[in-house]
């Protein structure tokens, strides 16, 4: 149950007959900002005071005689010049916890107007390795994902991999001109991205010493710069040949085609092994290549339904009747097809095969103009019944403000990133849980270092730029991954002390009472999983979890300072602090997992 919601319409129908809009005025009703005042507040007398031409607090009268809310709630007070202030009653919350602990759910009905989301994140472009960038859509998508299908939404998940570009034209080039064998056949993966990292480097005309530096032990290397006078004209005629055996790949000419398709696999295997850690997995890869063969006709369908036009050669949109703003354009002059061409192509396919409500594309804030281009031209071409949506996010900054890189300037590679979040994981496990096992302390770093990671990109607004910094990530205190597994274990290791039955307390609940003020915070904390979650939701935003997660915590450890659990005065008082204890436990446990981070029993 929502109870949120609930207010809201029971102020709705109290509002009937009273507001214009009473939907609009119930809206209103809001999460108290300060406990002292109740935990839920109304502002909806002042606006329709004003409208009424009538006393706000008058007005909230009216309302308060109307309400039925009497089971729910104490009596409302009015504040103020006309707030509504809503206490949750002691009796009403005890037996709703009851209620939860003994639902698998913890309070959270699968929605009653499901919709089919197609959520297309993570996308990177294939064939060179995962690099720091890469993690904000992976993870941010897949909390999207976990969230929308625990709420009873359908959701196809399509990694829509970068397959085709000018990378394939440089490891083609590598591959013809630089490859070893040998280590080829052993550690394919390995070897691309080798090549791919020298052709690119070739590219970028290095110095002459490091140039002959590495040709001294590179056979093939030396052979091909011997035949340019310097590192110069060797990068002209490297960064020209992969052009022409990307294009050439692209016009189908069989000897490229076979080598991509020789590549493709291992490249696959490769992201999938990051993946795999990240316990992250995708209905689809349908990648920039599955679409190239369906271009043409989405662009002559354009032509013919009048959408598209051409201009100077090339096919474009205008967007404006006053043709100011800059067109999308959908073929060049020379008859390539643009990002936009095979984005449109996946909103056909993904109409077509999958009848989504909402397409959700996880990609950075940088691509904004172009899907505020294509979502229009899509709407254009028809795809009217479908929630278009770029969910957006900000940049990972380093300590100085600037892009996240490796000292010496490069791009941080995402693999290396979580080996090392995972080693001072270790760190952290060794210094506070000498009484683990070696394996089990590997097992909670692992955890602990990978949860860090996520956590810290999805417990900030997606919107915001967020600055990668390891201790602060780390800290076992303050708004982190490991603040929350350690707050979780905790509550586990209370249950080990007191050896507790947790399953007959989910099982057959005891009676819940609750008197402290710690107790009562607790619980209300705990009742708002539901309302948090459609939040969430409704703008594809996990920090709005992560930040009720964190709160939560701190309640309960206010609520463990202040009320003794296993030496409570009584059995009835222990047993009703152990259901408090079990479902803060499994809501943080819910909730991290919908973050897609683990929590383990014993640290
Ligand atoms: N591969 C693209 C990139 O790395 C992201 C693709 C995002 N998805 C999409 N349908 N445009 O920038």
Redesign the pocket.
């Known amino acids: 149950m929502n109870v949120l919601r609930s207010l809201k319409e029971s102020f709705a129908q109290a509002l009937d007959g009273l507001a214009a809009d009473a939907r609009a005025s119930a809206d209103l009703v809001k999460p108290a900002q300060d406990v002292r005042f109740g935990d839920y507040q109304a502002n909806c007398a002042m606006p329709l005071g004003k409208q009424l031409r009538r006393n706000p607090r008058d007005v909230a009268a009216d309302i308060v005689a109307r309400l039925d809310l009497a089971a729910v709630t104490e009596p409302p007070e009015i504040a103020g010049p006309g707030f509504i202030n809503l206490r949750l009653r002691g009796d009403w919350l005890a037996s709703r916890l009851r209620l939860l602990a003994a639902d698998e759910r913890l309070g959270v009905e699968p929605t009653t107007s499901p919709r089919t989301f197609v959520v297309?994140f993570s996308?990177?472009?294939v064939a060179k390795p995962m690099h720091v960038g890469h993690i904000r859509s992976t993870i941010i998508g897949d909390s999207i994902t976990r969230l929308l299908r625990f709420l009873g939404h359908r959701v196809v998940t399509d990694n829509?991999i970068?397959d085709w570009g000018t990378q394939f034209g440089m490891l083609i080039f590598g591959y013809k001109h630089l490859l070893d064998e040998q280590v080829f056949a052993a550690r394919p993966v390995e070897e691309l991205a080798r090549l791919y990292r020298v052709v690119n480097w070739l590219g970028e005309a290095p110095a002459a010493d490091e140039l002959s530096a590495r040709a001294a032990d590179d056979l093939k290397l030396a052979k091909l710069a011997g035949r340019f006078a310097d590192a110069t004209e060797l990068a002209k005629y490297v960064t020209e040949e992969s052009r022409l055996e990307t294009a050439r790949l692209h016009t189908g000419d069989a000897a490229n085609r076979a080598l991509w398709q020789s590549f493709m696999p291992h490249c696959l295997a490769d992201l999938d092994r990051v993946y795999d850690r990240l316990g992250i997995h995708f209905d689809h890869h349908f990648g920039e290549s599955f679409y190239d063969p369906m271009l043409p006709a989405v662009v002559e369908d354009l032509l013919t339904k009048g959408i598209a036009e051409e201009s100077d050669g090339a096919i474009c949109v205008f967007l404006d009747a006053a043709r100011e703003k800059p067109p999308c354009l959908i073929r060049k002059r020379d008859g390539a097809f643009l990002y936009a061409t095979s984005?449109l192509a996946?909103v056909k396919h993904r109409v077509e095969q999958f009848h989504p409500d909402a397409i959700l594309?996880v990609?950075g804030q940088p691509?904004a103009l172009h899907f505020q281009q294509f979502f229009e031209v899509a709407r254009r071409w028809g795809y009217t019944n479908v929630e278009f949506s770029h969910v957006a996010f900000g940049t990972i900054l380093g300590r100085d403000g600037k892009p996240f890189r490796t000292r010496a300037g490069g791009t941080v590679g995402l693999e290396p990133l979580l080996d090392e979040a995972v080693q001072r994981a270790r760190r952290i496990v060794d210094e506070n849980s000498s009484h683990l096992a070696e394996s089990e302390r590997q097992q909670v770093a692992e955890a602990v270092g990978l949860g860090a990671i996520k956590y810290a990109d999805l417990s900030v607004n997606r919107a915001s730029d967020y600055t990668f910094d390891w201790d602060r990530m780390m800290a076992t205190q303050g708004n982190t991954a490991t603040y929350l597994q350690y707050a979780y274990a905790r509550i586990q290791s209370i249950f080990r002390k007191g050896d507790v039955d947790v399953a007959a307390l989910r099982r057959d609940p005891p009676t819940v009472a609750i008197g402290e003020p710690a107790e009562r915070a607790l619980a209300v904390a705990i009742t708002r999983l539901p309302e948090t979650l459609e939040d969430a939701a409704a703008e594809y935003k996990p920090n709005v979890i992560a930040g009720y997660l964190y709160a939560l915590a701190e309640t309960f450890s206010s609520f463990y300072n202040t009320c003794l659990v296993l030496q409570a005065d009584s059995a009835t008082t222990r047993a009703s602090r152990l259901v408090l204890c079990d479902l803060t436990a499994r809501v943080l446990r819910q909730g991290l997992e919908l973050l897609g981070i683990r929590t383990i029993d014993q640290m």
Do not use: K, L, M
Request: charged share 20%.
């Open positions: 297309d996308s990177p472009n829509h970068g984005d996946t594309y990609v691509q």
